[in-house]
């Protein structure tokens, strides 16, 4: 089975899809949630009235809150996001709601300082980094056996990178057809994969490391596409198995509250598992090969 | 093989029968069987997040300027244990106050019913101050400027009055100097607060009582003014009574707040949650019947793809829930809904490792070992990639939960905590359970027909 050989097809798959979602992103804007951005998350369901949202933002007008969205959910209540909310406002929001529309019980309420939101985000970005650097190290000493162990720590974390862009790309899309947002839940799917795709790569890598010692002939692309598919049933078995088995559950039967933590979870342990393989040990030989010297050349001449 | 196969049997015989103690007693206890006397107890009951029981959460943060240095860690552990209190009186049960880094404290009320209640009591600093107002009498209720915990703490003489705008006066002392407070009755019968000093506060009451004479000094709570006396002449004995408008219950409710003490530092809330108990219900059912779902379906694949080496992954998968549910009764683990991932995921782990090794069996027994060789190779070749791939997740797990400390994000914590613990307790359920199963396994069988037993 030759997997490198095609290794610019899945190259270009995976740019395809990244790139589409970061259009929309781009296009959008992220899709924060109150949990990055700050403000407000009330959702309620009103006992015998549904009103239209704009009763709601009409509400909201009177009490002075600002920047109000409504959205309803499949169950039936209501997802009101705004600004902030002091203890007060929300006692005479939540009053001014019962008087004006009706009888409410409060599912939940999430309401997050902006200035905490901020922190929230520079730091669950430093989380990323340290822990990525980290991992790069470890891998570099974990590997300092082989040559050029640098290397390989680099293209795991360019596999992990790829998975954190898939992750982006995909939560594009959930949020222009789902809703989705990126909240605190989110950040930890996000570090899980993160997490996996490495520990993923690693199990590859591992293989490479094994047989480099074995097999000092051969030459390292047959090597790499070697222990590629010495790996793949474990990684099948592992991954798609396994893991998205206990995850598909967790889609299927778990409440609402955790089905798009889930679905990203699943979306990026499936692209930990893809991008080990196609990501990265590719970009190992890319690498070895030195073949960005091809890129630009006439066609012809990159079939030496 | 395993080597000592009947010490290693018994070994996890022994950690089988501690977990399911531990994961059936509800308290764990060691009495000296001489004197009876109870040698240790801890109770055990495991703790459900707010997320499946529902809740309130409140982040606070000391509220002091951005560029003021942090409140010491003294400041922060008695602010923490004073809202302990206060909420405890309040009859929430169960309810959680945790620091989160230097500035934050968290507060989980599992269960609450009445937020309201909780947040005001929170809310309510109880910053008691003696100000000084010099010759102007306040009205009471009147909320007073004071330089205390605008970050300028030392006490030097305030701007002389009526120079700014806006005056600010100068605190004199604050609630922390109280020794004790009771409620007492003022010479017109009305219900007042007595109150005694610390020493340190006495001697600079006594001060500032003697070189203010006919002045007025201020009682505020929370900056709002609660009685503002004249002074009538030096109070050296540091005893004192705070008179007002109140009535007996509100002289009480003030009396409890100032016993329990007022918070060194000022603090507000910047972030609430509140989980209906509703959708945290309905989100503990729906997980709990996914990971069932989600379990059987893994283990009947495990059984059937890897035959006898995957039925002895599937019972120390079983172990490993044990083990795992022991552990976390025993340090106390919250369970959350991304704890409940973190353990799914850590399964996931457990169950790698297991697969590792047995593909490694099946290719060793396909390149024509024996399969007493082929099963030492499986584990020492599998070794390195378990091993580097289960750190690289546990420095990723041990980063995750640096950061759910330091923000007070109960639930990255919760998540990468169960993790970590899941991932190490993988390691040992694939390494040391699976493999003696195994061992143990093959010495009763002692399997021929390798096609049918493992199935390569």
């Known amino acids: ?304 | 093989m395993a080597r000592n196969l009947t010490n290693r049997i018994i070994i996890i015989v022994l950690i089988l029968a501690l977990g399911l103690w531990i994961d059936l007693s509800d308290k764990i206890q060691l009495v000296n069987p001489i004197n009876d006397a109870v040698l240790f107890e801890q109770s055990i009951t495991p703790r459900l997040g707010l997320d499946l029981q529902g809740g309130l959460q409140v982040l606070l943060e000391a509220d002091l300027p951005a560029d003021a240095a942090n409140p010491g860690a003294d400041e922060m552990e008695t602010a923490r244990s004073i809202i302990e209190n206060r909420t405890n009186a309040l009859g929430v049960s169960e309810n959680l106050i945790q620091l989160a880094g230097e500035r934050r404290i968290v507060g989980e009320f599992p269960g609450a019913e009445d937020t309201d209640a909780i947040l005001d009591i929170i809310q309510q600093t109880g910053l008691l101050e003696f100000v000084d107002t010099g010759d102007f009498r306040p009205e009471e209720g009147t909320i007073l400027q004071t330089d205390f915990a605008t970050g300028s703490t030392d006490a030097t003489t305030p701007p002389t009055d009526g120079t700014e705008p806006a005056t600010v006066y100068h605190t004199i002392m604050t609630g922390k100097e109280l020794r004790s407070v009771n409620v007492g009755l003022s010479p017109t019968n009305q219900p007042a607060i007595d109150f005694v000093l610390s020493p340190e506060g006495a001697t600079i009451f006594a001060q500032h009582t003697a070189a203010n004479v006919g002045k007025i000094l201020a009682i505020t709570l929370d900056k709002r003014v609660v009685s503002a006396p004249g002074i009538e002449g030096d109070i050296p004995s540091g005893q004192g009574q705070i008179t007002g408008s109140f009535t007996a219950e509100s002289a009480n409710e003030l009396a409890v707040q100032l016993r329990y003490g007022s918070l060194p530092i000022p603090l507000k809330v910047v972030e609430t949650r509140i989980i209906g108990p509703t959708l945290g219900e309905d989100s503990l059912q729906k997980s709990l019947v996914a990971g069932m779902a989600g379990i059987t379906i893994v283990m009947l694949f495990m059984g059937i793809y890897y035959r006898l080496p995957g039925i002895t992954a599937d019972i120390s998968i079983l172990l490993f829930a044990v083990i795992l549910f022991a552990i976390f009764k025993l340090i106390g683990v919250t369970l959350t809904l991304p704890g409940i991932a973190g353990i799914m995921l850590s399964t996931g782990s457990a169950l790698d490792a297991n697969i590792l090794v047995f593909e490694r069996l099946k290719e060793e027994l396909r390149s024509g070992r024996m399969l007493r060789q082929a099963f030492d190779q499986a584990w020492s070749r599998a070794w390195p990639s378990i091993r580097d791939s289960n750190i690289a997740a546990l420095i990723t797990a041990g980063i995750l939960f640096w950061f759910g400390s330091t923000f007070g994000a109960t639930i990255v914590k919760g998540f990468s905590l169960t993790l970590a613990i899941g991932v190490l307790i993988s390691l040992f359920s694939s390494l040391y359970i699976t493999r003696t199963l195994l061992a143990l396994a093959l010495e009763v069988f002692k399997p021929k027909n390798l096609e049918r037993w493992i199935g390569i």
């Open chain 1, 1 to 304: 089975m030759n997997i490198l050989g095609k290794r610019y097809l899945f190259f270009g798959l995976s740019l395809l899809i990244i790139i589409s979602g970061l259009i929309i992103l781009v296009v959008r804007g992220l899709p924060l949630s109150v949990d990055f951005r700050g403000g407000s998350l009330l959702e309620v369901s009103f006992t015998n009235q549904s009103p239209v949202p704009g009763d709601i933002i009409a509400v909201y007008h009177e009490t002075n809150i600002k920047d109000v969205q409504v959205r309803t959910s499949e169950t039936g209540s209501y997802i009101i996001r705004s600004q902030f909310l002091e203890n007060e406002t929300r006692d005479t929001l939540l009053k001014a709601l019962t008087e004006k529309i009706g009888a409410l019980t409060v599912i939940r309420f999430d309401n997050v300082g902006p200035s905490i939101g901020k922190q929230v985000t520079s730091r669950g970005t430093m989380a990323v980094m340290v822990s990525s650097l980290l991992v790069v190290l470890f891998i570099a000493w974990s590997f300092r056996g082989v040559q050029n162990a640098l290397r390989y720590g680099i293209c795991a974390i360019l596999a992990m990178i790829h998975d954190v862009a898939i992750i982006f790309s995909i939560t594009a899309f959930g949020s222009l057809l789902l809703g989705w947002e990126i909240d605190s839940l989110f950040l930890t799917a996000l570090l899980t994969v993160i997490g996996f795709s490495m520990q993923d790569t690693i199990v590859v890598f591992d293989r490479i490391r094994e047989n480099s010692s074995t097999y000092r002939r051969l030459d390292f692309e047959t090597l790499v596409n070697h222990s590629i598919v010495q790996t793949l049933q474990r990684s099948i078995n592992t991954q798609l198995m396994t893991v998205e088995f206990l995850l598909l559950a967790l889609i299927l039967f778990g409440g609402v509250t955790l089905q798009e933590f889930a679905s990203i979870l699943l979306i990026g342990l499936l692209s930990g598992t893809y991008s080990s393989i196609f990501i990265a040990a590719p970009i190992l030989v890319l690498w070895e090969n030195r073949e960005w010297k091809n890129w630009f050349r006439r066609p012809e001449q990159t079939g030496a």
